[in-house]
């Protein structure tokens, strides 16, 4: 499983999820079955803040709730990974939020971006512009679907779209943006 690249229309944002996050991501998919699953991301905003480095994908706190077609994220320990994270040589922190939808069509909920926006306007996320990664059912042996977007607190959620770049996550020109690109 490589890192996920992707880039917003604009190449204004550019995110990375990284290989740790999205083995983290589908074990517990594989785990949860038919039910939805999710948690926090974590990592860092490289120097020029364009892009996002996803480095892990945390499992749902353990007062989380969950369905069939519903997710709620609880909050338990959360601070006390976060301060830790936040202390720790390589500093990370709070980048958004993941969550597991059990389907191969990756469609976000209304809810799913309401809730992106009231985090981006939470006091204690200290998040302007959290990421929502949405992960799907199976596409293959190898790879699961997966959607990103950008949810600033000023506009509308853009969505990441995915580039096969080897050498530098920047990429030359402008992704194209059809969906259902592999
Ligand atoms: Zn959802």
Not at 128 to 154: N, T
Request: net charge neutral.
């Amino acid at each position: 499983m490589n890192r996920w690249i992707g880039w917003t229309a604009t190449l204004a944002h550019g995110l990375v999820i990284e290989e740790r996050a999205r083995m983290g991501m589908d074990r517990a998919c594989r785990d949860a079955r038919e039910l939805e699953t999710g948690g926090i991301l974590i990592g860092h905003y490289s120097a020029d803040l364009s892009i996002a480095i996803v480095q892990e994908a945390t499992l749902p706190p353990s007062d989380s709730r969950r369905g069939r077609s519903w997710f709620s994220r609880g909050v338990a320990d959360l601070r006390e990974t976060l301060r830790r994270r936040w202390q720790s040589a390589d500093r990370t922190y709070y980048l958004g939020e993941w969550h597991y939808h059990p389907i191969s069509q990756i469609v976000p909920s209304v809810e799913d971006f309401t809730q992106m926006a009231n985090i981006a306007r939470a006091e204690e996320y200290k998040c302007s512009e959290p990421l929502l990664v949405i992960v799907g059912g199976e596409l293959s042996e190898r790879e699961r679907g997966l959607r990103a977007f950008v949810c600033p607190d000023d506009s509308k959620p853009m969505e990441f779209v995915r580039v096969d770049t080897e050498k530098s996550v920047r990429p030359k020109s402008a992704p194209r943006t059809e969906s259902g690109e592999k």
